[in-house]
T-cell receptor, first 115, second 112 residues
Framework: DQQVKQNSPSLSVQEGRISILNCDYT??????FLWYKKYPAEGPTFLIS?????DKNEDGRFTVFLNKSAKHLSLHIVPSQPGDSAVYFC??????????????FGTGTRLQVTL | NAGVTQTPKFQVLKTGQSMTLQCAQD?????MYWYRQDPGMGLRLIYY???????DKGEVPNGYNVSRLNKREFSLRLESAAPSQTSVYFC???????????FGPGTRLTVT
């Protein structure tokens, strides 16, 4: 049972345009969401996150939107740059023990930014 | 990935062999994690450790053991490797007081 879903395996966007990556989740207990970027042969890199008490978080060219009623979040990259070409993973967390949280990851979306 | 190191980077095992993947951090955080990444599956949690001396199972713990002997190191052991354990393994740490996890560079393991 995939609790975090990224239904688009790949996305191609022209440089300078907006990239929109989508993520859906089914577990209503998730209360924190994160996006990671991954280049080949490297570990995932934390990009941006959002708490369930917010509906938007912005960091430079990256904005994450959360729609709790739809159990949907999206990552917007504006403007897209060739260096943004990577696999993007959405992750969600529900368990907080005070020191550890368990992340559930989506399957990833490969973004290609073309010239 | 600064601050989280993993060894080895690559490993090829025969079915039934054992090995230990090592992870170390230099950032003094409490929580450490082991994930595996397979094509089309995203990252799946194998085991995690909320603090020194404690470990807990994640989503896919079967076939693995872990050891958190000190705050700095968290190792993952395959006692009898199987082809289904061919994967890329990532260690991660969680910054204290946040949900954010930071990953090491990974170990690519092939079991033949």
């Amino acid at each position: 049972d995939q609790q975090v879903k990224q239904n688009s395996p790949s996305l191609s966007v022209q440089e300078g345009r907006i990239s929109i990556l989508n993520c859906d989740y089914t577990n209503s207990m998730f209360d924190y969401f994160l996006w990671y970027k991954k280049y080949p042969a490297e570990g995932p890199t934390f990009l941006i996150s959002i708490s369930s008490i917010k509906d938007k978080n912005e960091d430079g060219r990256f904005t994450v939107f959360l729609n709790k009623s739809a159990k949907h979040l999206s990552l917007h990259i504006v403007p897209s740059q060739p260096g943004d070409s990577a696999v993007y993973f959405c992750a969600a967390s529900a368990l907080w023990t005070g020191t550890a949280s368990k992340l559930t990851f989506g399957t990833g979306t490969r973004l290609q930014v073309t010239l | 990935n600064a601050g989280v190191t993993q060894t080895p980077k690559f490993q090829v095992l025969k079915t039934g062999q054992s090995m230990t993947l090592q992870c170390a951090q230099d950032m003094n955080h409490n929580s450490m994690y082991w994930y595996r990444q397979d094509p089309g599956m995203g990252l799946r949690l194998i085991y995690y450790s909320a603090s020194e001396g404690t470990t807990d199972k994640g989503e896919v713990p079967n076939g693995y053991n872990v050891s958190r002997l000190n705050k700095r190191e968290f190792s993952l052991r395959l006692e009898s490797a199987a082809p289904s354990q061919t994967s890329v393994y990532f260690c991660a740490i969680q910054t204290t007081g946040t949900y954010e996890q930071y990953f090491g560079p990974g170990t690519r393991l092939t079991v033949t």
